[in-house]
Every structure is written in structure tokens, then in C-alpha cells.
């Protein structure tokens, strides 16, 4: 936010017309958040901004970018279309006449009218045929993008011609969103599914708030369809308050059983925008029929509970999903730490970043019903936040949060009469010494203007803003003690009914107040007058200036021709330095080319070195792969010659071996021979021997 803050002051503070691509380059990179941030803290910024943006629209085409993201900041928006009527009216026709082909007059366009026209800017007729244009595109081509531009119509400034569609146009419509929830599945496609229950509501709505519940739409003779003369809204009440309600309950509560995850999981945001549209849409449900789903789901009811517990969830959304658990049903206990994060929630507000409506819509859904399981000391804590914010916060911190905690505490003054645990919970913490005598201490810092840091230089918080802020902060909080005090019996208000007064004239004295700024007072930044063209001044008949004297006309005259020649040297600068921002582009254009070569060489030369650096370190890998190869080759030879002289080795020795083997072979043939022989002698002697025995018998 600082540095669009910076850029805006360089805008702003110039005293001659300058570019603003520097603040297109800036606001594309600014979240919303921040951009609506700005906006607060440099609320007397806005109109000298706003001309500029006008001034330089018809010189510079991507200013229409700029203007685009900056209205999604209420203030900004107001100021563009009050400060030139025919804005608005001149990009719808723009949008009309391409179709939709140039997206950038259609979405700005539709970020110009995604909140309420100011009361005193009229509805361009051309809205009524931009919206159906959209209805047309999207039933053509059906995506998440196009039915949410008729969504952000419809619940903004649109919602008014809902209620003045013929019967024929309006059947149509139904045809159109009942054909693209046919052809939603998928994740994304269910986001798509939502968006279309959500027109449905409005449409549903609307029709009831104009014509009446069971009232009958008026007979029209309407050229497209003869048939849809007396339109009603069955097919679309089916599905809030008929046979198809229980698809609808099983579809939110599965799309919000799919967004409780942590916030890791969920860079982009799109578990908060499912729970928020699931909240709109269950708006528009009847009560009875989610009473009648809860009872019948009670598991899912029990699953989802659980899920809303998941640590490191987005504060936004876990708040956002206890309030669709409690609009459930009465009879639905949550878990006492679920009371617990809504607890917290309320006390850190600035944490859950929602947009005014969404924060409004969640809390009417749920505060009344979750506010009795309150601890009793939660309400001292709530009063000491409202007073810390408001005597020792930074103006940051105010600025962020000043516009919930008073929307807040406004929802909470608007129940203390029918809910009495609220109301006791209130004047129990007025009933403390402590209390009492911080919220006497707290008058007291009121009573003083401390100095506050608002900057340095020019780039300094608009004091107007912040003093606006903190007085409706501070007459919130005594509207909602005087609230809960009157409300009360006599007998529970008798120890802190001297406060009362003072309470009173603290609230009295921020009504009456009317802060300026001296930001705008020093540097004149003052929203300058349109003055009226010198030719129609001429054109104009004389009236009651015919009276004045005549130094009094030439002096009316002379301001009206210097009132003309003013805007004649405005729209001429304007033309300088539009040729000056272009000469310089040209000129600049070589030397940005180069830059680009350059750039184109530079990654070329670092691919490169990254290149030769890999080849380096192959050819380092092959070289070692060929060493190590090199060396277990010597080995294996090494061993091939020691093997082949084992070889040798053995072969002589079985040499010797065969040798010595054939000559014992030789010896013992020998023995044995010799051996036959002897044994041959010895038999023919042992037979001689037995022959002569025999004789000798």
C-alpha cells in the first residue's frame, strides 16, 4: 500500500499533468484489500485523483485499466461517476457495441457497477442490455468468470432492473441459468453451480419483495414469448423452498466441507468465495426445510464440525463457515471450541479482511444465535479492544478495522432489546469497578487530541478520514452502551446510571463534530469545478444577471472566458504530455531493444556456460570412468601373466610327475616279473618237495 500511496501523492501533487503508467504498473500488482485500504487512509487524495484518471482516459487507453482495478474501492468509484456522469453510460455503450469481444470495457463496466450507485447518479438504460448481453454470453459459453460478473451485477447496482424485466425476458433468463447448472460438474463447475443459486435468490427475492409472495406477475405482451405472460418464479422456489431444496443443502455443505482445508492449500482464495456465496444462498433457503435437512444429515452436520476445526485455516474462513453452522438450525450444539474461534474472530476482525456486505450478512446470520454461549468476560474484552483501538492503536490499524467493529457493534445495538443474554452480558461488564473506572479513563483520553503520526511529507494519512473513522467508532460504542442501559429494567442499570450522562454527551458531541483535513487545506487539494463551456454561457439567455451592474457581469464574463481557456490550456497539456510520454517512448525504444538483445544474450551466454560446465564435468567423469578402467585392465593383465606362469609352472610339474610315474610303472612291472618268477621257483620246488615225500612213503 505504500508504495501506490507514494505514486498516487507523485499524481496528485504535481502541479502539471503527468503519465500514469507507473500507477497502472503499481495497481495491477495491489491487491483489493489494499487497494480499498488506500482508499481509507487517503480518502482527500481521491477527487484530484479521479480528475486525473478522467483527464487522461481519452489520451491514454490503459488509464481504463487503472479505473477498473480502483473501483473495487466504494470511495474511488463514487468519486468517478459523480465527478463525470457520462462515464459509465459511455463504457456500457462501448461493451454493447463489442459484444463482449473487448473484455476490457466489459469488466470495467461491471467493477463500475458491482456496488450501488450513489442516490444522485441515475441507472444508464444501456445497464438493462449489458446485463442480458452477459446472461447471453454466459449461456453460450458457461464458466465461473462470466456467471460471476452477473452475480457481482445483480447483488450491485443492477438489482433494481430485476424487478422491471418483462415476464418473456425473465423466463428466459431461467432458461439460461437452469441450462448452465445442468452442464456444471467438477469442482470448478460447481463454483459455477453456486453463482447461478445465487442469482437465483436475488431474482427469487426481488420477485417477492415487488410482487408479493403468492401475488401473481402482471399479464405483459412481450414480442419474444407469448406463452411467458405471466411468469412466476415455481421452478426457481423449488430449489429454496420445494422438492429440490434437499439437493440444494447437499450442495453447499459439500462445497463446504471441500473449502475447510488450511490455508496453505488454498493459495488463491476460493474456499472463502465458495463459504461466502454458500452464506448468500442460504439466505434465501427456507428456514424449516435446512431445520427438516439437519435433522435427516446430522452425520454430515457432525462431519462438517469437524472440519471447521482443521488448524491453520484462514480466520476469514473459518468464521464464515461457523456462521453457515450456525444458521443450520437452533437445535445444532456447536462444539465449544468452535465458540471459541468465533469468539476470537469478533475480537480480531482486521484478521478476517471481508468485504462491509459479506461481513454484514454473516454476522445477521449468526451473531443473534451463537451471542448466548458468550463467556461472560468476553464482553470486557470486546470493550477493551473498541477502547484500545481507539486511544492506542496506529492509524493503520484503525483505518483497517474501524469499518467492521462498527458495523459490529451496530448488529449488536440492534438486538440488545429482544436478546437478553446480550444485554446482561453488556451491563455485567459495566458493572465492574475495573471496568468502570477504564471506561472513565477512556472518556477522559477522549477529551484530549493527541498527536498522531499520520506520516512525513506529503505522503501522510488524510485526518479528515481518520477523525471520520474514529467518530463513528466512538458513537457506535455509545449507542450500543445507551442502547443496553435503556433497554434494561431500572434496578440493572442503578450502579451505572451516573455514567449515562456522560455517555450521552460523548455521543452528542462525535454526532456534531465535522473534522477537516489540513492536507487539503494546505495544498488546495480541493475536487476542482467543471466550469461550464464559454459556449454555452453565450448561448444562454439572460435572466436575473441582467440586473447586476455591469462591472459585476464584465467581471462573470471575464471568469467564464478564463473558466474556458483554463480547460482549453488543461485538455492542451494533457495533448503535450501525451506527445512528450510518446516522443520519449520513441526515443527510448532503440535503447530498450539493445536492452532486450542484451538481456537475449545475457541468458544466452549463462545457458552457455551452464551448458559447457555440464560438458566439463562429462568429459571429468569419462576421463576418471577411463582411468579406473586403464587400472583394473593392468590388474586383470597382471593376473593373466601371473596365472599363465602358475600355468607353466604346474604343466613342468605333471611333466615330472608322468615321467617319475612311468618309471615306477617300469620298476614295479620289473618286481612283479621278478616276483612271478620266484613264486614260479618256489612252487616247482614245493612240488618237487611233495614228489619226493610221496616217494619217500
Request: hydrophobic fraction near 40%.
Amino acid at each position: 500500500m505504500d508504495i501506490l500511496a507514494a505514486e498516487v501523492d507523485r499524481i496528485v501533487f504535481t502541479p502539471y499533468p503527468t503519465q500514469l503508467k507507473s500507477l497502472h504498473d503499481i495497481v495491477s500488482r495491489t491487491s483489493e484489500a489494499n487497494i480499498c485500504l488506500w482508499a481509507s487512509c487517503y480518502h482527500c487524495r481521491i477527487p484530484s485523483l479521479s480528475q486525473a484518471l478522467i483527464d487522461a482516459l481519452p489520451q491514454w487507453p490503459y488509464v481504463l485499466e487503472i479505473i477498473t482495478r480502483l473501483s473495487c474501492a466504494l470511495d474511488v468509484r463514487n468519486s468517478l461517476v459523480l465527478r463525470e456522469p457520462s462515464l459509465l453510460p459511455r463504457l456500457l455503450t462501448h461493451a454493447l457495441e463489442s459484444r463482449g469481444e473487448s473484455r476490457k470495457y466489459v469488466d470495467a463496466a461491471v467493477a463500475l457497477l458491482s456496488h450501488p450507485l450513489p442516490s444522485d447518479v441515475p441507472l444508464p438504460a444501456t445497464a438493462q442490455n449489458f446485463m442480458l448481453q452477459l446472461f447471453d454470453l454466459a449461456a453460450t459459453q458457461p464458466n465461473a468468470a462470466t456467471v460471476q460478473q452477473i452475480h457481482r451485477l445483480v447483488y450491485g447496482a443492477c438489482k433494481p432492473i430485476l424487478g422491471i424485466l418483462s415476464p418473456g425476458v425473465l423466463a428466459h433468463l431461467e432458461d439460461y441459468i437452469f441450462s448452465i447448472l445442468k452442464s456444471s460438474s467438477g469442482v470448478e463447475d460447481q463454483s459455477l453451480g453456486m453463482y447461478c443459486l445465487a442469482i437465483m435468490r436475488m431474482i427469487l427475492e426481488k420477485f417477492q419483495t415487488e410482487v408479493g409472495n403468492d401475488a401473481m406477475w402482471p399479464t405483459f405482451d412481450h414480442p419474444i414469448d407469448s406463452s411467458n405472460s405471466q411468469w412466476t418464479p415455481d421452478a426457481i422456489k423449488q430449489f429454496f423452498n420445494g422438492n429440490k431444496t434437499h439437493k440444494t443443502m447437499q450442495l453447499l455443505v459439500l462445497r463446504v466441507i471441500w473449502a475447510c482445508r488450511p490455508e496453505s492449500a488454498d493459495p488463491t482464495g476460493q474456499g472463502l468465495t465458495s463459504v461466502t456465496l454458500v452464506n448468500q444462498i442460504l439466505a434465501g433457503v427456507s428456514q424449516s426445510a435446512v431445520i427438516e435437512w439437519s435433522y435427516k444429515n446430522a452425520v454430515i452436520v457432525r462431519k462438517l464440525q469437524e472440519k471447521c476445526l482443521v488448524p491453520d485455516i484462514l480466520p476469514a474462513l473459518r468464521f464464515q463457515v461457523l456462521t453457515f453452522l450456525s444458521s443450520l438450525s437452533d437445535k445444532v450444539v456447536l462444539p465449544s471450541q468452535a465458540t471459541l474461534f468465533y469468539e476470537r474472530s469478533l475480537l480480531d476482525l482486521s484478521a478476517t479482511s471481508m468485504k462491509h456486505e459479506h461481513l454484514d450478512m454473516s454476522l445477521r446470520l449468526s451473531l443473534f444465535r451463537l451471542s448466548s454461549n458468550f463467556k461472560s468476560e468476553w464482553w470486557g474484552e470486546l470493550l477493551d479492544k473498541v477502547m484500545d483501538l481507539l486511544t492506542n492503536s496506529p492509524p493503520t490499524e484503525l483505518f483497517n478495522s474501524a469499518d467492521s467493529y462498527i458495523l459490529f457493534l451496530g448488529c449488536i445495538a440492534d438486538m440488545v432489546d429482544e436478546n437478553e443474554s446480550c444485554r446482561r452480558g453488556i451491563l455485567a461488564t459495566l458493572h465492574s469497578g475495573h471496568n468502570r473506572q477504564k471506561l472513565e479513563y477512556f472518556f477522559a483520553d477522549l477529551e484530549t487530541s493527541p498527536e498522531i503520526d499520520t506520516g512525513h511529507s506529503t505522503n501522510r494519512f488524510c485526518i479528515a478520514s481518520y477523525t471520520t473513522w474514529r467518530n463513528k467508532l466512538k458513537s457506535s460504542l455509545c449507542s450500543l452502551l445507551l442502547r443496553a442501559a435503556l433497554a434494561a429494567p431500572q434496578e440493572e442499570t442503578s450502579s451505572i446510571r451516573r455514567m449515562l450522562p456522560e455517555i450521552l454527551r460523548h455521543h452528542a458531541v462525535v454526532e456534531s463534530s465535522k473534522p477537516a483535513c489540513p492536507i487539503c487545506v494546505q495544498t488546495k487539494l480541493k475536487a476542482p469545478q467543471r466550469p461550464t463551456p464559454f459556449v454555452e454561457i453565450e448561448a444562454t439567455p439572460e435572466s436575473q444577471d441582467a440586473s447586476l451592474h455591469w462591472k459585476e457581469r464584465l467581471g462573470a464574463v471575464m471568469q467564464t472566458h478564463a473558466k474556458y481557456q483554463e480547460t482549453s490550456l488543461v485538455a492542451s497539456f494533457i495533448n503535450i504530455c501525451h506527445d512528450l510520454e510518446a516522443r520519449c517512448e520513441g526515443v527510448e525504444e532503440p535503447l530498450r531493444l539493445e536492452r532486450q538483445k542484451f538481456n537475449g544474450l545475457e541468458k544466452r551466454y549463462a545457458g552457455l556456460n551452464k551448458a559447457y560446465g555440464e560438458l566439463e564435468g562429462q568429459v571429468m567423469d569419462r576421463d576418471l570412468r577411463i582411468n579406473a578402467l586403464e587400472a583394473e585392465n593392468d590388474r586383470h593383465e597382471n593376473d593373466l601373466a601371473a596365472s599363465s606362469q602358475e600355468t607353466r609352472d604346474l604343466m613342468q610339474r605333471i611333466d615330472t610327475l608322468a615321467r617319475e610315474l612311468q618309471e615306477a610303472n617300469r620298476n614295479a612291472q620289473c618286481d612283479i616279473d621278478q616276483l612271478k618268477q620266484e613264486r614260479q621257483d618256489l612252487e616247482v620246488q614245493h612240488a618237487t618237495a611233495v614228489a619226493c615225500k610221496e616217494e619217500a612213503f
